[in-house]
């Protein structure tokens, strides 16, 4: 369940610096009535014992939120989403940065019971899809894309690694 909406501010994201090189535009505006209200409304069902994760979609946007959410300490669950047709283009819906959005994960048999907190707290909100699998599966419209969730981990669990085996300009420290 994404609890907040979509979102389109790309503007200081991570996406325009990793892949475009580009440190530009505003940055997400905050607003802050709306923060509390979905922080409120979260912690809320935190607290009705009706989430089972919560993950913000902050630096990386939805998709991020959505393969970190994937990386259970107890084993690597997959996920398949499926968001509607929008007039937004498939990277500003995965990887803007607005805020007061917030990923949730809840058992099925809980679902009404958050749905309607969210409701009655009147915080936006919108199903995504399930958890299971082996892979990230990620559709909007008629375009999908799936990613194995164990690639997915390991690319992002070393990542520091790699990067600073790729950069020849750090120095080796050994015990």
Do not use: M, Y
Request: aromatic share 4%; with cysteine.
């Amino acid at each position: 369940v994404l609890v907040g909406e979509i979102g389109d501010e790309q503007g200081g994201s991570r996406l325009l610096k990793v892949c475009h090189g580009r440190k530009e535009g505003l940055p997400p505006r905050l607003d802050l009535e709306k923060e509390i209200g979905v922080q409120n409304a979260v912690r809320a069902c935190i607290q009705a014992g009706t989430v089972r994760s919560a993950h913000d979609c902050s630096e990386g946007g939805l998709s991020v939120a959505l393969a970190e959410s994937c990386f259970n300490p107890d084993g690597l669950l997959g996920a398949k989403i499926e968001l509607p047709a929008s007039e937004l283009r498939h990277d500003q819906i995965l990887f803007n940065e607005s805020q007061s959005r917030i990923v949730l994960s809840v058992a099925p048999a809980d679902v009404a019971a958050l749905q309607e907190k969210l409701q009655t707290a009147d915080v936006r909100f919108q199903i995504l899809g399930t958890v299971g699998g082996d892979e990230l599966s990620i559709r909007i419209d008629k375009n999908s894309r799936h990613w194995p969730i164990a690639e997915l981990h390991d690319a992002w669990f070393h990542a520091i690694a790699r990067a600073l085996e790729s950069d020849s300009s750090v120095e080796r420290v050994s015990n």
